[in-house]
T-cell receptor
Framework: ETGVTQTPRHLVMGMTNKKSLKCEQH?????MYWYKQSAKKPLELMFV???????ENNSVPSRFSPECPNSSHLFLHLHTLQPEDSALYLC????????????FGQGTRLTVV | AQSVTQLGSHVSVSEGALVLLRCNYS??????LFWYVQYPNQGLQLLLK??????LVKGINGFEAEFKKSETSFHLTKPSAHMSDAAEYFC???????????FGKGTKLSVKP
Protein backbone atom coordinates (compact mmCIF):
# COMPACT_ATOMS: atom_id res chain seq x y z
CA GLU A 1 0.00 0.00 0.00
CA THR A 2 1.73 3.14 -1.19
CA GLY A 3 -0.90 5.61 -0.09
CA VAL A 4 -1.77 6.42 -3.70
CA THR A 5 -4.65 4.42 -5.14
CA GLN A 6 -5.58 4.27 -8.80
CA THR A 7 -8.74 2.84 -10.32
CA PRO A 8 -9.37 0.98 -12.46
CA ARG A 9 -6.22 -1.14 -12.70
CA HIS A 10 -7.07 -2.23 -16.22
CA LEU A 11 -9.21 -0.56 -18.86
CA VAL A 12 -10.07 -1.48 -22.41
CA MET A 13 -11.89 1.16 -24.41
CA GLY A 14 -12.91 1.82 -27.97
CA MET A 15 -11.77 4.89 -29.83
CA THR A 16 -15.21 6.49 -29.53
CA ASN A 17 -15.66 5.82 -25.82
CA LYS A 18 -15.37 8.24 -22.93
CA LYS A 19 -13.81 6.99 -19.72
CA SER A 20 -12.09 8.39 -16.66
CA LEU A 21 -9.14 7.32 -14.58
CA LYS A 22 -9.21 8.07 -10.88
CA CYS A 23 -6.39 8.69 -8.45
CA GLU A 24 -6.66 9.23 -4.70
CA GLN A 25 -3.86 9.93 -2.27
CA HIS A 26 -4.06 9.48 1.48
CA UNK A 27 -0.74 11.12 2.29
CA UNK A 28 -1.77 14.73 2.78
CA UNK A 29 0.33 15.82 -0.18
CA UNK A 30 -0.21 19.07 -2.04
CA UNK A 31 1.06 18.14 -5.50
CA MET A 32 -0.26 15.46 -7.85
CA TYR A 33 0.93 14.25 -11.23
CA TRP A 34 -0.10 12.16 -14.22
CA TYR A 35 2.59 10.22 -16.05
CA LYS A 36 2.36 8.08 -19.18
CA GLN A 37 4.59 5.03 -19.49
CA SER A 38 4.78 3.42 -22.93
CA ALA A 39 6.87 0.45 -23.92
CA LYS A 40 10.48 1.35 -24.73
CA LYS A 41 9.93 5.05 -23.99
CA PRO A 42 10.90 7.06 -20.92
CA LEU A 43 8.30 8.15 -18.41
CA GLU A 44 6.42 11.14 -19.77
CA LEU A 45 5.11 13.76 -17.38
CA MET A 46 1.67 14.81 -18.59
CA PHE A 47 0.12 17.13 -16.01
CA VAL A 48 1.06 18.68 -12.69
CA UNK A 49 -1.30 20.05 -10.07
CA UNK A 50 -0.23 22.00 -7.02
CA UNK A 51 -2.81 22.93 -4.41
CA UNK A 52 -5.53 21.92 -6.90
CA UNK A 53 -4.23 24.30 -9.57
CA UNK A 54 -2.81 22.98 -12.82
CA UNK A 55 0.74 24.20 -13.14
CA GLU A 56 1.95 22.22 -16.12
CA ASN A 57 0.56 20.67 -19.26
CA ASN A 58 3.37 19.15 -21.23
CA SER A 59 1.85 19.48 -24.70
CA VAL A 60 -0.68 16.75 -24.03
CA PRO A 61 -3.40 16.31 -26.68
CA SER A 62 -6.81 17.66 -25.75
CA ARG A 63 -8.32 14.17 -25.82
CA PHE A 64 -6.77 13.89 -22.33
CA SER A 65 -8.46 16.19 -19.84
CA PRO A 66 -7.34 16.32 -16.19
CA GLU A 67 -9.43 17.36 -13.24
CA CYS A 68 -8.37 18.00 -9.67
CA PRO A 69 -11.38 18.76 -7.45
CA ASN A 70 -9.30 18.74 -4.25
CA SER A 71 -5.78 17.98 -3.10
CA SER A 72 -6.59 14.31 -2.54
CA HIS A 73 -8.19 13.44 -5.85
CA LEU A 74 -7.06 13.58 -9.45
CA PHE A 75 -8.90 12.42 -12.53
CA LEU A 76 -7.90 11.91 -16.13
CA HIS A 77 -10.84 12.07 -18.51
CA LEU A 78 -10.36 10.26 -21.79
CA HIS A 79 -12.26 10.67 -25.06
CA THR A 80 -11.71 9.71 -28.68
CA LEU A 81 -8.36 8.11 -27.92
CA GLN A 82 -6.07 6.52 -30.46
CA PRO A 83 -4.43 3.08 -30.30
CA GLU A 84 -1.06 4.74 -29.67
CA ASP A 85 -2.48 6.07 -26.41
CA SER A 86 -2.39 2.54 -25.02
CA ALA A 87 0.02 2.64 -22.10
CA LEU A 88 0.37 2.43 -18.34
CA TYR A 89 -0.89 5.64 -16.77
CA LEU A 90 0.67 6.44 -13.44
CA CYS A 91 -0.51 8.89 -10.84
CA UNK A 92 1.89 10.27 -8.27
CA UNK A 93 1.87 12.73 -5.41
CA UNK A 94 4.47 14.64 -3.46
CA UNK A 95 4.47 16.82 -0.38
CA UNK A 96 5.09 19.92 -2.41
CA UNK A 97 5.87 20.77 -5.99
CA UNK A 98 9.51 20.97 -5.22
CA UNK A 99 12.51 18.85 -4.62
CA UNK A 100 10.79 16.03 -2.81
CA UNK A 101 10.21 12.45 -3.74
CA UNK A 102 7.06 11.36 -5.49
CA UNK A 103 4.90 8.46 -4.39
CA PHE A 104 3.28 6.46 -7.16
CA GLY A 105 0.09 4.52 -7.52
CA GLN A 106 0.05 1.11 -9.15
CA GLY A 107 -1.12 2.50 -12.45
CA THR A 108 -3.94 1.90 -14.89
CA ARG A 109 -3.12 -0.30 -17.85
CA LEU A 110 -5.07 1.25 -20.72
CA THR A 111 -5.71 -0.49 -24.00
CA VAL A 112 -7.40 1.40 -26.83
CA VAL A 113 -8.98 -0.80 -29.46
CA ALA B 1 18.07 22.06 -17.24
CA GLN B 2 18.26 18.63 -15.71
CA SER B 3 18.73 15.26 -17.37
CA VAL B 4 19.53 11.69 -16.46
CA THR B 5 21.35 9.01 -18.41
CA GLN B 6 21.17 5.38 -17.41
CA LEU B 7 23.85 3.29 -19.05
CA GLY B 8 22.55 -0.08 -20.15
CA SER B 9 18.90 -0.74 -20.77
CA HIS B 10 19.34 -4.31 -19.60
CA VAL B 11 21.71 -5.77 -17.00
CA SER B 12 21.93 -9.46 -16.16
CA VAL B 13 23.67 -10.86 -13.08
CA SER B 14 23.81 -14.19 -11.31
CA GLU B 15 22.16 -14.68 -7.96
CA GLY B 16 24.64 -13.68 -5.26
CA ALA B 17 26.68 -11.46 -7.58
CA LEU B 18 27.22 -7.72 -7.26
CA VAL B 19 24.57 -5.48 -8.77
CA LEU B 20 25.75 -2.22 -10.33
CA LEU B 21 23.32 0.03 -12.17
CA ARG B 22 24.76 3.21 -13.59
CA CYS B 23 23.26 6.67 -13.55
CA ASN B 24 24.79 9.96 -14.65
CA TYR B 25 23.03 13.24 -14.25
CA SER B 26 23.21 16.76 -15.51
CA UNK B 27 21.94 19.63 -13.41
CA UNK B 28 22.48 23.36 -13.35
CA UNK B 29 21.83 23.44 -9.60
CA UNK B 30 22.78 21.05 -6.77
CA UNK B 31 20.60 18.06 -7.53
CA UNK B 32 18.38 15.84 -5.52
CA LEU B 33 18.69 12.30 -6.85
CA PHE B 34 16.46 9.27 -6.54
CA TRP B 35 16.33 5.62 -7.45
CA TYR B 36 13.00 3.91 -8.00
CA VAL B 37 12.13 0.27 -8.67
CA GLN B 38 9.22 -0.98 -10.74
CA TYR B 39 7.93 -4.53 -10.76
CA PRO B 40 5.79 -5.68 -13.73
CA ASN B 41 2.46 -3.88 -13.99
CA GLN B 42 3.14 -1.94 -10.81
CA GLY B 43 3.89 1.65 -9.99
CA LEU B 44 7.30 3.00 -9.03
CA GLN B 45 8.56 2.48 -5.50
CA LEU B 46 11.22 4.70 -3.97
CA LEU B 47 14.45 2.81 -3.17
CA LEU B 48 16.55 5.68 -1.88
CA LYS B 49 17.23 9.39 -2.26
CA UNK B 50 20.12 11.83 -2.04
CA UNK B 51 19.31 15.30 -0.76
CA UNK B 52 22.72 16.89 -0.17
CA UNK B 53 23.48 15.19 3.14
CA UNK B 54 25.67 12.07 3.25
CA UNK B 55 27.05 11.10 -0.15
CA LEU B 56 26.56 7.38 0.51
CA VAL B 57 22.88 6.69 0.75
CA LYS B 58 21.37 3.47 2.00
CA GLY B 59 17.97 2.37 0.83
CA ILE B 60 15.56 -0.48 1.14
CA ASN B 61 16.21 -4.11 0.19
CA GLY B 62 19.97 -3.78 0.73
CA PHE B 63 20.56 -1.23 -2.03
CA GLU B 64 22.78 1.79 -1.72
CA ALA B 65 24.03 4.56 -3.97
CA GLU B 66 26.94 6.97 -3.84
CA PHE B 67 26.75 10.56 -5.01
CA LYS B 68 29.95 11.60 -6.80
CA LYS B 69 29.85 15.22 -7.81
CA SER B 70 33.13 15.10 -9.72
CA GLU B 71 31.78 12.31 -11.88
CA THR B 72 28.16 13.55 -11.93
CA SER B 73 27.17 10.01 -11.05
CA PHE B 74 24.76 8.29 -8.70
CA HIS B 75 25.25 4.57 -9.31
CA LEU B 76 23.10 2.01 -7.54
CA THR B 77 24.71 -1.06 -5.99
CA LYS B 78 23.82 -4.14 -4.01
CA PRO B 79 26.52 -6.57 -2.82
CA SER B 80 24.56 -9.75 -3.47
CA ALA B 81 21.70 -10.07 -5.93
CA HIS B 82 18.55 -11.96 -5.05
CA MET B 83 16.00 -13.37 -7.46
CA SER B 84 13.43 -10.95 -6.07
CA ASP B 85 15.58 -8.01 -7.26
CA ALA B 86 14.57 -8.69 -10.87
CA ALA B 87 12.72 -5.53 -11.89
CA GLU B 88 13.20 -2.27 -13.74
CA TYR B 89 15.14 0.49 -12.03
CA PHE B 90 14.81 4.19 -12.70
CA CYS B 91 17.15 6.99 -11.75
CA UNK B 92 15.63 10.46 -11.38
CA UNK B 93 16.87 13.97 -10.74
CA UNK B 94 15.08 16.96 -9.29
CA UNK B 95 16.43 20.42 -9.39
CA UNK B 96 15.72 23.92 -10.39
CA UNK B 97 12.67 26.02 -9.85
CA UNK B 98 10.07 23.63 -11.22
CA UNK B 99 11.32 20.78 -9.12
CA UNK B 100 9.68 18.08 -11.22
CA UNK B 101 11.34 14.68 -11.29
CA UNK B 102 13.17 13.93 -14.52
CA PHE B 103 13.50 10.19 -15.09
CA GLY B 104 16.03 8.14 -16.96
CA LYS B 105 14.93 5.53 -19.46
CA GLY B 106 15.28 2.72 -16.94
CA THR B 107 17.46 -0.37 -16.60
CA LYS B 108 15.89 -3.79 -16.53
CA LEU B 109 17.69 -6.08 -14.11
CA SER B 110 17.57 -9.84 -14.64
CA VAL B 111 18.86 -12.25 -12.00
CA LYS B 112 19.93 -15.74 -13.09
CA PRO B 113 19.77 -18.67 -10.67
Amino acid sequence: ETGVTQTPRHLVMGMTNKKSLKCEQHLGHNAMYWYKQSAKKPLELMFVYNFKEQTENNSVPSRFSPECPNSSHLFLHLHTLQPEDSALYLCASSQDKGRTEAFFGQGTRLTVV
Amino acid sequence: AQSVTQLGSHVSVSEGALVLLRCNYSSSVPPYLFWYVQYPNQGLQLLLKYTSAATLVKGINGFEAEFKKSETSFHLTKPSAHMSDAAEYFCAVSGGGQGNLIFGKGTKLSVKP
